[in-house]
């Protein structure tokens, strides 16, 4: 099953992933648990484009973001071979990357706004949010910002049997496709 990485338990969405971990655990079926990070895709897509450059909450805290690509990777590895993966967590995250890593990769200023104010867009300047959307991203705003989500584990490079995509690379790419 497909969880949420361990360092984002404070995250607004992380107890539905803990409660339905449990009750895979206590089915007595055979189970393996991927813990994903967030996506380096996400990362970059939650940049806000200005004027004058990128803005977002995220200040200097940095995210251990993975590429979607190595995490379909990983899951194809663990389905092809359960039997070796049985009763396993792995914890599936990347390199540590900032939104200010990401700017500079675009050539722009990154500029950071303050939560309150990133809260007030999501509620009245986004249109088409579902109602838990906001929340949502508004804890993975403060877990980024106040570097709850920067930690590595080798679970990831381990499963895969090579290094990981550049999540920086991932991330740059998802801001400039968002770029207006």
């Known amino acids: 099953m497909s969880s949420l990485t361990a360092a984002g338990d404070h995250l607004g969405f992380a107890l539905a992933h803990r409660a339905t971990e449990r009750l895979v655990r206590a089915s007595g079926l055979p189970w393996t648990i991927l813990r994903n990070g967030l996506y ?5 897509g939650l940049l806000l ?3 004058d450059g990128v803005e977002s909450p995220f200040g200097e805290g940095a995210l251990a973001a993975v590429a979607r690509e190595d995490l379909a990777e990983a899951a194809a590895i663990v389905a092809a071979n359960p039997e070796r993966h049985g009763g396993r967590v792995y914890d599936l995250v990347g390199t540590p990357i900032t939104a200010r890593q990401v700017a500079d990769q675009l050539g722009v200023p990154h500029r950071t706004i303050d939560l309150g104010e990133y809260r007030r867009r999501l509620l009245q300047d ?6 838990f959307q906001p929340p949502m991203l508004a804890s993975i705003a403060t877990g980024i910002r106040h570097s709850f989500l920067d930690g ?4 990831l490079a381990n499963l895969l049997g090579h290094p990981t995509r ?3 690379d991932t991330a740059v790419a998802a801001a400039s496709a968002a770029r207006p």
């Open 40 to 44: 380096a895709e996400l990362f970059g």
């Open 49 to 51: 484009w200005g004027d």
């Open 126 to 131: 986004t249109p088409g949010l579902l109602p």
């Open 152 to 155: 590595t584990n080798p679970d």
């Open 166 to 168: 550049n999540p920086l």
